[in-house]
């Protein structure tokens, strides 16, 4: 059955453009305006938005996802709350929508109920970070029964079997971190990054995308030279926390993720 990323990754390789994937965390800036993000994200070129569930013991996020992460639970958001905010957004646009949270938090919630939640509510798959693919097996039953599509990382520093392991698990695409360490804006992609890239492909067909790291126009059209698409969070979160209170923030964001949008135009 095809999905909403399947058809996303299919029409932009029809089109020879990578897919620009933007991260925010629930509730941060704001609760009330999260969907509306959603939807104006859509709007001004992202192709593919992954919505992370706060939660108070990150294990990859570095300091500026940790922030947000820390400002939203402030604010009391949870995970019935999210998955509120993907129905809402969800009425407002069609984009792929994937979670992004710690295998704990849907442990607590119950590994099949957090599925049928996720897939009714509108979600397309979800990422937990902290979930390996050797102990996935009873979260990759529930969420293939829903339909929810199963997102693995791997790193430069996975070994082979690992690599296609988690590859063979994954659905929608492989999530591949650029570097080792936290997630954060860098200068400059680690150099290593087009070896490491050619090894998972040699493991797998399915879409490659690429996070940590990701922050400038430069940085996605080298990314979508070697992948099929870049992951840009801690850039983004940066910016929607420095301009909550700029009255163009609007405009101001649509020229951002218009600028990166275009450097994936092979």
Known sequence: ?????????AHLRAKNEGALVTFLTAGDPSVEHTADLVA??????????????PYSDPLADGPSIQASSLRALERGVTPPQVL???RQARERSDIPLVLMTSYNLVLRHGLERFALEAHDAGADGAILTDLPPEEAGHWKQA??????ATIFLVAPTSTPARIRMAADSATGFVYCVSRTGVTGARAEMAAELREFLSQVRTATDKPLCVGFGISTPEHVREVVGMADG?????????????NADNPDQDAALRALVGSWKEATRR
């Open 1 to 9: 059955m095809s999905t909403r990323l399947d058809q996303t990754f």
């Open 40 to 53: 104006l994200l859509a709007d001004s070129g992202a192709d593919i938005i992954e919505l992370g569930i």
């Open 84 to 86: 509120d905010m993907v």
């Open 143 to 148: 969420a293939d029964v829903r339909g929810l």
């Open 230 to 242: 870049a992951v840009i969070g801690s850039a983004l979160v940066d910016f929607l926390h420095h």
